[in-house]
């Protein structure tokens, strides 16, 4: 058996092709030693088919017997995968020379029927382009990972018309309802389909028919291929015609001569073609014939060719070849003059210098291009998948003709770009136009979202760059890696760093045109996205706050925002990239609170717990690679807090892996053992990730831990009953622990809300989405009003998927707290009140820069919040943001022995001092009295002889006499049991004469109670 050479075309381009391992390709035609698909016919029954029925013929052109017993007849589409099998039956053995039949599908079509088939099929072929393999087992071929091989049983293999796969250098020919693709020479293989078949009337042949052996010594023919590169060129423009020989054999062919007719496109009707390195052919002697010709004359063409050899042996060939009036000659400034261009959807010819490649296209700039010009001198030559003539180069003066496009079609800065070009080299080697530097001043905050679109496609640089955010990265969550895309964003050295602000952001135009009322945030147009990779550059990974000098490269607007193509060759410069840092320990008289999402923090076995999820079973290395990445960063960064709210964990077993994890790190590193204990509901999120917590137990007993809104449901945008929360809120019942007194009372809770995806969609989904995230918010706010109405101090922490202020869309937080915006601005209209007082959220109370846990597409913005009720407010001590997640390069994730990029998000921990243990408080008072001018002074100390601290005492009322004293209130703070603090008071002269007898009465109040004292005096004289 020959083994084969099997080519795969994996796109709709018939000049891009991959070899799959089977053989090379070798110079001249082989006789078979198997037996050979000699004629496939899809157009049986179709409208001009003379067959009712398609057929597939194989031919033995052995010398000897050929079994074919268990083998099969295969068919797949032109670009399929699946093969359907048409068994053949019995004991099947073909002698030398003898045809074998087997008929397929039968239209309604054609008026007659085949000779007596030696075996059916009911496959229904194409009549155009497909694939066809006899194969010597009956198991169907999968195609799904390349095309079949010999090693799944493949003896012969046609693809014809459009087909993918094939053998040699391409398919046969395109086939139609009345031709065949038929074997030229039945007796020689060359294991190319393009060569070996050519199109005819079908005729088929059966066992029965005449045997037509082969002579293993007989020559063989000459055949040829014909090819023109570009096939489709504009007029007066050079393309290269090649027609590739197979010599003959037996003997071997000496003397080759190729000649075309190409007088229909203006050239001699016996133009020789060359192998010899001139008038275009690549290469000399490898019998590719070529001769590099320019059209005059305009037309689809097919075009004769002659081959011959000095054995009388000849050959005859096609070259398709369509030349096509070029459209007019337009300038880029022309096509860039406005937004959209006036030229969009029209053919247009222009011309420049290409400035940079990537796989989908070009970027061209006009030769004589401006630096100080209002509108673009570059624009984007869109070729797709399409392969580029090896002369597209930086460098390279190229004229292209094309249609005019604009993309994305509905963006607010879109790219203007040029399809389906053609192309012709003018020059090569020219000096690039110069790089317009973005200062500054250029980089505006308040510049607009069209600040940068009179650069677009022209050559750009930047002295300095500050990054906004890390690099991205495509992950392979299986494993838990992540491939570095060398994507980031940034700004121009000096401007502050874009935080995300109030309202609908004005390049989110889904949803469409926005209420009166509804804010509108500017996006951000001081962000720049820089791309590192696109052409073929060394990828950057860098985190926020870096600095980048010395970038260069092309300003892209195809994916409708600012975005710099950084050049192949610029290296610049990178500093100051970040590492975390620990958060302050807390004191003695703190206990702390945190929150963590772990982003789909799965383990390394199948999910039972959530039969039917999407949970991904991760390999044991990278399980063990998470765990160890969240131990460092709750113990080295975050400094193990007393409570974790926890969001994104598979399930308690995951979440107990954790806790045993931190404990045994932190007694192998020294540290203090947490002792956490984990608590973890199931909620109903198909992706099984939810909400859990951490518990110190050496600092906080645990009461109870329950789970609520599991069955709640809403009314969605269709009227219909939907669950409202997927991931459900978990509540704690806890006691900060005060050595031997009682612990102090708190309620934890940990949500996780409903996403922003699709929050703008304008259709029933995205009001879907606005309905549950307006009702999860209100059911939230219930639930701690709930617990602040029976005097429990209350803390909920989460990933809120929202701001500390409204998105336009929803006011989340707002409804939480109790204080939403007004309905006129927002489009889901709130429910105000629900929480009385209004709740706290801790973030608000930080300067604006410290507001980040998070960033998205370069702006850095909090979705992390610590709710509280009010009365844990003065408690608070501060809130801090770990910075270890939202700033690095996605790459981090990667490494097992660093805390970052372990998540996405930050955590937010907050600091409380831990309230003094409440006693028995008896506040007594005492007063001197002195004579000073214009009345008395009073100095009255107020003892605290119980056994508990009297907190935040205030002396209320002062009377001496018929007088009252001041300042009142006068706040004395707290006195601890055993303790006294003073007050001065001063009362007038009316409070009584010298000498005379009076009643000292002073009141005031503490936390939990009040007090009063009576005292006789005598007014002093002096």
Request: charged letters at 10%.
């Amino acid at each position: 058996m020959f083994t084969y050479n099997l080519r795969c075309m994996p796109s709709a381009s018939l000049s891009l092709f991959l070899a799959t391992a089977m053989f090379a390709i070798t110079g001249a035609a082989q006789t078979p030693t198997h037996v050979v698909i000699s004629q496939v016919y899809g157009g049986g029954g179709n409208s001009g088919s003379t067959y009712t029925n398609d057929f597939v013929e194989l031919f033995n052109p052995t010398t000897s017997p050929q079994t074919l017993t268990g083998y099969s007849v295969q068919y797949a589409s032109s670009t399929g995968t699946s093969y359907q099998a048409t068994p053949l039956p019995g004991t099947i053995t073909l002698q030398p020379g003898q045809f074998y039949l087997v008929q397929e599908a039968q239209g309604s079509g054609g008026t007659t029927a085949l000779p007596t088939p030696d075996a059916s099929g009911t496959i229904a072929m194409s009549a155009t382009a497909g694939k066809i393999a006899l194969v010597n087992s009956a198991t169907a071929l999968n195609g799904s990972s390349g095309c079949p091989t010999a090693a799944q049983g493949v003896v012969d293999y046609v693809g014809f018309g459009a087909a993918n796969c094939f053998l040699g250098t391409g398919p046969t020919a395109t086939l139609a309802n009345a031709t065949a693709a038929i074997r030229t020479n039945l007796c020689v293989d060359n294991q190319n389909n393009a060569v070996d078949f050519s199109t005819g009337a079908a005729n088929p042949h059966n066992t029965g028919s005449t045997l037509a052996p082969c002579n293993p010594t007989g020559p063989g023919q000459i055949a040829a291929a014909g090819l023109a590169n570009p096939a489709s060129v504009n007029q007066n423009n050079p393309t290269l015609l090649t027609v590739t020989v197979i010599p003959g054999t037996n003997p071997a062919s000496a003397g080759i001569s190729v000649a075309a007719d190409l007088s229909n496109i203006g050239g001699s009707s016996t133009q020789p073609f060359f192998d010899d390195g001139t008038n275009g052919d690549l290469t000399a002697g490898d019998n590719i014939f070529s001769y590099s010709f320019t059209p005059s004359l305009a037309g689809t063409f097919s075009l004769p060719v002659t081959v011959a050899d000095t054995q009388m042996r000849s050959a005859k060939t096609t070259i398709a070849l369509t030349v096509i009036i070029p459209p007019p000659t337009i300038s880029i400034q022309q096509i860039q003059s406005a937004k959209p261009s006036p030229y969009v959807t029209q053919k247009v010819t222009t011309s420049g210098i290409v400035i940079g490649v990537k796989s989908s296209g070009f970027y061209l700039e006009a030769k004589n291009a401006s630096t100080t010009a209002t509108t673009p001198q570059g624009i984007l030559v869109y070729t797709g998948s399409t392969s580029k003539p090896s002369y597209i180069t930086v460098g390279a003066e190229v004229q292209v003709s094309g249609t005019v496009a604009t993309y994305p079609a509905t963006g607010l800065t879109p790219s203007t770009e040029i399809d389906s070009p053609t192309f012709t080299l003018l020059s090569s080697g020219n000096p690039l136009p110069p790089a317009v530097t973005i200062t500054q001043a250029m980089d505006s905050p308040s510049g607009g979202i069209y600040q940068f679109t009179r650069l677009e496609g022209m050559r750009v640089a930047i002295d300095s760059l500050t990054t906004t955010s890390g690099t991205d990265a495509s992950l392979t969550e299986s494993t838990e890696t992540n491939t570095s895309n060398g994507l980031f964003y940034g700004v121009v050295t000096g401007v502050p760093r874009p935080f995300r602000e109030p309202g609908v952001g004005i390049t989110d135009t889904a949803y469409g045109p926005l209420p009166a009322g509804v804010p509108v945030w500017d996006s951000n147009p001081e962000l720049i996205y820089i791309d590192s990779k696109s052409f073929r550059g060394t990828g950057i990974d860098l985190t926020s706050n870096a600095t980048v000098t010395g970038l260069s490269g092309v300003m892209d607007f195809s994916y409708g925002a600012p975005e710099i193509l950084l050049d192949a060759t610029n290296n610049p410069t990178v500093t100051g990239l970040m590492t975390a840092q620990p958060l302050p320990v807390q004191t003695s008289g703190e206990f702390t609170i945190a929150s963590m999402n772990l982003e789909r923090f799965y383990n390394d076995v199948s999910d039972q717990d959530n039969p039917g999820s999407s949970a991904v079973t991760v390999t044991t290395e990278a399980y063990q690679r998470r765990l160890n990445k969240a131990s460092l960063a709750i113990r080295n960064v975050l400094n193990t807090p007393d409570i974790i709210g926890t969001q994104e964990v598979e399930n308690l077993a995951v979440l107990t892996d954790l806790a045993k994890k931190v404990s045994a790190d932190a007694v192998a590193a020294g540290q203090p053992d947490p002792l956490y204990v984990p608590y973890l509901f199931l909620g109903n999120d198909i992706s099984a990730i939810n909400t859990g917590l951490l518990v110190k137990s050496t600092k906080v007993d645990t009461v109870r831990v329950e789970q609520f809104g599991l069955d709640t449901t809403f009314t969605n945008s269709g009227g219909s009953q939907a669950t409202l929360n997927d991931r459900t809120p978990l509540v704690a019942h806890l006691g900060i622990k005060r050595g031997s007194g009682t612990d102090y009372p708190l309620t934890m809770i940990v949500v996780h809300q409903r996403s922003l995806i699709n929050v703008d969609d304008p259709t029933s989904t995205g009001a879907t989405v606005r309905l549950k995230r307006e009702a999860q918010a209100e059911f939230l706010a219930k639930l701690i009003q709930g617990y602040q109405a029976a005097g429990e101090h209350v803390v909920a922490v989460g990933d809120y998927n929202s701001f500390e202020f409204s998105d336009g869309f929803v006011d989340v937080l707002g409804v939480t707290r109790g204080n939403p915006v007004p309905a006129s601005q927002v489009v889901t209209p709130p429910v105000a009140g629900l929480a009385n007082p209004p709740l706290v959220d801790l973030v608000t109370l930080l300067p604006a820069e410290q507001r980040q846990s998070y960033v998205e597409t370069g702006s850095a913005q909090v979705l992390d919040h610590v709710v509280v009720t009010s009365d844990l407010v003065p408690q608070m001590t501060r809130l801090a943001y770990a910075h270890y997640d939202a700033d690095f390069p996605l790459v981090y994730l990667n490494d097992a022995t660093r805390p970052e990029r372990v998540s996405d998000h930050d955590a937010p921990v907050a600091y409380f001092s831990i309230p003094a243990v409440q006693g028995t408080v008896q506040v007594t008072a005492s007063a001197t009295l002195i004579k000073v001018s214009n009345g008395y002074q009073a100095t009255v100390t107020l003892k605290n002889t119980g056994a508990g601290t009297a907190q935040n005492v205030v002396l209320t009322g002062a009377v001496l006499g018929a007088a009252s004293g001041s300042p009142l209130p006068y706040a004395v703070g707290d006195i601890q049991p055993g303790a006294s603090a003073t007050a001065t008071i001063l009362f007038p002269a009316s409070a009584g004469n010298p000498g005379a007898a009076a009643v000292e009465k002073f009141t005031g109040t503490y936390t939990g109670g009040a007090f009063t004292t009576s005292l006789r005096a005598v007014i002093p004289a002096n």
